[in-house]
């Protein structure tokens, strides 16, 4: 009985989402939060060479730091590679993971250099199926993220899902949102947008912005600011 369930859970396929973003303060983490409370089952972990910030808001959760950059900021293969040999060896589904805005950078290239096909070969032999949910902003930061989303399609060439997300807080224009979503269909792959709060008066917005320094995530708050943060995560389909 117990090999027979051991080959069931072999056969799993397990689920690595990465967030990513050509830009430094686009939404990655808020992303990350919104979709680690929706998942509570999944295993958290934290790429964010710099701000650190998936580890204060998830506090709760006990996000795992995995480090990717060598000496010279470059993704280091083997860290990369090990990070999925370890996955493969949790009993667990689901992992997501905030991406800094050095490895997002280098994300591109390391799926170039190394070939998005032999990478989703591997991950393939691991019954490892990687998604990375590229963040887009609209205003200043449309062209600069659209950009980047070009760039992680154009390097993975098919082989690795990608998923545009339009972070909602920076809104796009009519011009903007058409190029968007035309872009997103012609490149045929999935687009969708989040948004933390809809109500951005600054009574809601410092509210939100106290519950993801405090790092204990919707449990325990009181269930009349709890409610502001439920839409957000139901309407996320990832």
Do not use: W
């Not at 992680?152 to 997300?165: C, Q, Y």
Request: charged letters at 25%; a negative charge; glycine letters at 6%.
């Amino acid at each position: 009985m117990k090999n027979e369930e051991k080959i069931e859970n072999d056969e799993i396929e397990k689920v690595v989402i990465l967030t990513a973003s050509g830009k430094g303060g686009a939404g990655k983490s808020t992303l990350t939060f919104i979709a680690a409370e929706k998942n509570p089952e999944a295993i958290i972990l934290d790429s964010d060479d710099a701000s650190k910030s998936s580890l204060q808001h998830l506090a709760y959760r006990n996000p795992i730091p995995v480090s990717f950059l060598d000496n010279s900021g470059r993704i280091d293969r083997n860290a990369f590679n090990n990070m999925f040999e370890s996955i493969a060896s949790v009993d667990r589904r689901l992992f997501i993971s905030d991406t800094g805005a050095s490895v997002s950078e280098q994300l591109p290239m390391y799926l170039e250099s190394l070939g998005a096909n032999v990478i989703s070969e591997l991950l393939q032999s691991f019954n490892i199926k990687l998604k990375i949910i590229c963040v887009v902003c609209g205003k200043n930061d449309f062209r600069a993220t659209m950009e980047y989303l070009g760039k992680l399609i154009e390097s993975s060439r098919g082989f690795i899902e990608i998923i545009a997300a339009h972070n909602r807080h920076f809104e796009m224009s009519l011009d903007q949102q058409e190029k968007f979503e035309l872009f997103c269909n012609e490149n045929k792959i999935q687009y969708l947008s989040y948004d933390l709060l809809a109500d951005k008066s600054e009574m809601s917005l410092r509210m939100a912005a106290d519950v993801l320094k405090a790092g204990k995530g919707l449990t325990g708050l009181n269930p009349f600011k709890a409610i502001y943060f439920r839409k957000a995560i139901q309407d996320l389909t990832l």
